[in-house]
């Protein structure tokens, strides 16, 4: 009996002392994951891990697409319409200027144009108005100088397209030129007699206003020169005149392609 009681009182023991490790053991584990667990939400590390990481910002440069591209819109461009260049939105077109042969013929207006970027230049866009039946016209030519005042480029005699269908139409030069960016003059030379009030020409409606802020050899609508049937191959750009302009002869549009 004694024996039994013995056995008994040990194996209670050894259970007790077992029971009693593992609790200390589960405890301690416990205790270890609590020093590494995430804060709770309402302590004050809790907010920063749960923000969002922000999302990168939109580009707002226009690069085609939609969205945040669209806040570049410039407006119209010319290769909406097919074209490379132009003076002006031909939207804004809308006046339409003549002047006599007496006050134009055989004198060189030029317009300025700036291009942005290096195209092949092969036809000058001109908005006409109005024709005259009636009109004698002969050595009328649309071209093109440099910025220094050298002629690039030049149609030949243009008198039969002024002489029919009041559009906006292409006149070809002779000889296509490459056209680096930069500044530019599209000249206009008439000769003939005609109705001051029946060929007309689409422009802007700018005379005067045009040239604010500028001297010769910027000037941005000017004339040069008198008594020319044909453009010469170099002018003196400091010797532009805005004295016709001021009588009436508002700028043209023109295009290019």
């Known amino acids: 009996m004694r024996s039994r009681t013995r056995s008994r009182s040990r194996t209670r023991t050894r259970t007790n002392t077992v029971t009693t490790g593992l609790s200390a053991a589960l405890v301690a584990l416990l205790v270890l994951a609590g020093c590494t667990a995430a804060p709770p939400r309402n302590q004050p590390g809790a907010a920063a891990s749960a923000a969002p990481t922000p999302a990168p910002a939109q580009s707002s440069e226009s690069g085609g697409g939609n969205g945040a591209a669209t806040a570049g819109f410039e407006g119209p461009l010319p290769q909406d319409q097919n074209l490379l260049a132009w003076t002006g939105d031909p939207n804004d077109a809308g006046h339409v200027t003549a002047q006599s042969a007496a006050g134009v013929g055989g004198r060189i207006t030029l317009v300025r144009i700036v291009l942005r970027e290096r195209i092949t230049w092969s036809n000058i866009w001109l908005g006409l108005a109005g024709i005259d039946p009636n009109a004698q016209l002969a050595n009328c030519r649309l071209g ?114």
Do not use: C, H
């Open 144 to 257: 093109v100088y440099s910025e220094g005042g050298t002629l690039l480029g030049t149609t030949p005699d243009v008198s039969p397209q002024l002489m029919t269908d009041a559009i906006a139409k292409p006149l070809a030069l002779e000889k296509p030129f490459t056209a680096e960016p930069g500044t530019y003059f599209i000249a206009l030379l008439l000769n003939g007699t005609w109705a001051t009030n029946a060929l007309t020409l689409k422009s802007t409606g700018a005379g005067i206003s045009v040239n604010a802020g500028l001297t010769p050899p910027k000037l941005r609508y000017s004339t040069i020169l008198t008594g020319q049937t044909s453009l010469p191959p170099q002018v003196n750009l400091a010797e532009q005149s805005n004295s016709t302009i001021n009588t009436g002869w508002a700028s043209q549009w023109y295009a290019v392609s």
